[in-house]
């Protein structure tokens, strides 16, 4: 199936060299394969799979997520994982990793911004959501979270901001000429279908469309996303839900 990547299929070279230089066997997982002589263990990273897509328009932003859950790429959990989103007034942030990890950055992120709220009386603008992510993670860069992130929303004058993080809140901004960020295990097959999709000056009307397409199109190759997804659009006078119909097998 395209795009698993079991991980007992991933023999690495260093690993090949090292092990020949000292004479040993690598141990195998139980249930693998034979006829390999190396083997690499799987990223904590790519456990449970998953995929996110954020695209910016013209005075709107839509970020999708799948909703499967599974566990070592191999087995299907819940097709009802809804979490991976969440949304802070006009600003959208969505985490990709280890399950648990998101949780705990997710449960971390909201009581931030809602003290922060709290002591100042105003929401926090997409901008100053990204410093706290990556302060929170930057603060755990001795002993990271297992987590990615893509955060996209609009400011106080309705001006687009789509970035993207590493697991110690390294960012890549996005840049004008490609207003798209990508997160998790399907983000190869996503990052080419949304560089081809995307364009300038995308309206909402547009741009749910498109970005629900590039998140069917890349979970189709993918076989540790899918079953369906979230999609969430906000513009300036609203902020809107809705789930995507794909295929569930």
């Known amino acids: 199936t395209w795009g698993l990547k079991p991980f007992w299929l991933k023999p690495s070279s260093v690993g090949a060299s090292a092990h020949c230089q000292r004479g040993r066997t690598p141990s195998l997982p139980p249930g693998a394969p034979v006829g390999i002589d190396v083997w690499e263990a799987m990223s904590i990273m790519e456990y449970n799979g998953g995929a996110v897509v ?23 959990i819940s097709c009802t994982h809804d979490e991976k989103i969440v949304a802070y007034h006009k600003t959208l942030v969505a985490f990709t990793g280890l399950a648990t990890d998101v949780q705990t950055v997710h449960q971390e992120l909201a009581m931030k911004v809602n003290l922060y709220h709290l002591a100042e009386g105003r929401r926090m603008s997409p901008k100053v959501v990204s410093k706290l ?17 893509v955060i996209t929303g609009l400011d106080e004058d309705n001006e687009t901001y789509c970035a993207c993080f590493d697991c110690i809140g390294a960012c890549s901004l996005a840049p004008a000429d490609d207003r798209f960020g990508v997160g998790g295990t399907a983000s190869e097959e996503l990052y080419g279908i949304a560089e081809n999709a995307w364009r300038p000056g995308l309206t909402a009307t547009e741009l749910v469309p498109v970005t629900a397409r590039c998140l069917m199109s890349a979970c189709n190759r993918h076989a540790a996303a899918g079953w369906g997804g979230m999609l969430h659009v906000i513009t300036p006078q609203a902020h809107k839900t809705m789930e995507i119909k794909g295929r569930m097998d």
């Open 133 to 149: 992510v990556q302060s929170l993670l930057y603060g755990k860069r001795t002993n990271p979270y297992c987590v990615s992130a």
């Open 54 to 76: 954020a695209m910016a328009g013209k005075e709107c932003v839509a970020m999708a997520a799948d909703r499967r859950f599974g566990i070592r790429q191999l087995q299907t």
